[in-house]
């Protein structure tokens, strides 16, 4: 009830959201720009701490707030999955578990190198061994620990994810799907990436890029979204975090051998 009764919350949401859904859908070169994108950066700014317009509870009610809308919105994308369920089977199954390999896959081998390059160390493997949600960190919790290295970087991943997740997936979803390289179907399993914000963010652009199969989009986009989430788990505790943190030992011993051979 306490929340409930948070009237600044509820009001500045409300205006937030008219003021965005006014300025509506504008594009830039390529780049199509939403009213979700408008009021992600709009909330994030008038959250700041020296603007004092929110107060460290009031932000609590909202993330409180978005929990339960983000349910309602997975439950709503979970219904037009049921009538497509034996199309999306049939014409993308093989397609729906190898896209899988490149949610897990691709932040390790490219977002583990470019963390070192840039100076991490044990922070690398939490950081980029997945896209770093509420599992992800459950999952570094049991095995090393918040207060480890490894529990650093995967919390400041989250915390990255949670302020500009969102928003970047929006801005990378319309470029893609605008330079047409690749199916819709194939954007919509891509938005799926276990984050319901982030898939949210990405079905705008693409689905309104192809108004005339945006229920196909959004039925293959939350299927992968549920694989990524269901299944991620098991391939993130057996696979992505062992692979991570090997081949993050490999990378740092062939950088000693490196500055060895240059001391000598």
Same mark, same amino acid.
């Given at each position: ?46 959250? =700041? ?15 409180a707030i978005m ?28 397609? =729906? ?30 950081? &980029?061994?997945?896209?770093? $949600? ?17 529990? $650093? ?8 994810? &949670? ?67 269901i299944v991620g ?20 011993? =062939?950088?000693?051998? $490196? ?6």
């Open positions: 009830m306490e929340i409930l009764k948070d009237y600044k919350v509820h009001l500045l949401a409300m205006i937030v959201v008219l003021f965005c859904e006014f300025i509506g859908k504008q594009s830039i070169w390529i780049i199509t720009l939403y009213p979700m994108l408008y009021a992600m950066i709009i909330g994030g700014i008038i959250s =700041l701490p020296k603007f004092k317009i929110l107060n460290l509870k009031n932000m609590n009610h909202a993330s929990m339960v809308t983000l349910m309602l919105l997975i439950a709503k994308l979970g219904l037009s999955v049921g009538p497509k369920i034996e199309m999306i089977l049939e014409d993308a199954k093989s397609a =729906l578990i190898f896209q899988e390999l490149g949610h897990f896959a691709g932040t390790i081998l490219l977002g583990l190198p470019l963390a070192m390059m840039l100076g991490m160390k044990r922070e690398a493997v939490g950081a &980029t061994y997945s896209v770093a $949600r509420e599992p992800n960190i459950a999952i570094v919790a049991d095995k090393y620990g918040l207060d480890s290295a490894e529990g $650093r970087g995967v919390m400041a991943m989250y915390i990255c994810g &949670t302020l500009y997740g969102a928003i970047w997936m929006s801005i990378l979803a319309s470029v893609i799907a605008k330079l047409d390289i690749l199916h819709p179907y194939a954007l919509a399993m891509g938005a799926g990436v276990g984050s319901g914000s982030m898939m949210a963010a990405s079905l705008a652009p693409i689905s309104d890029l192809y108004p005339e199969i945006s229920e196909d989009i959004k039925a293959y986009a939350t299927t992968a979204n549920l694989m990524s989430s788990i098991y391939i993130y505790t057996l696979f992505s975090l062992p692979f991570a943190s090997f081949l993050y030992n490999t990378f740092s011993r =062939l950088r000693r051998n $490196r500055h060895k051979e240059g001391a000598l």
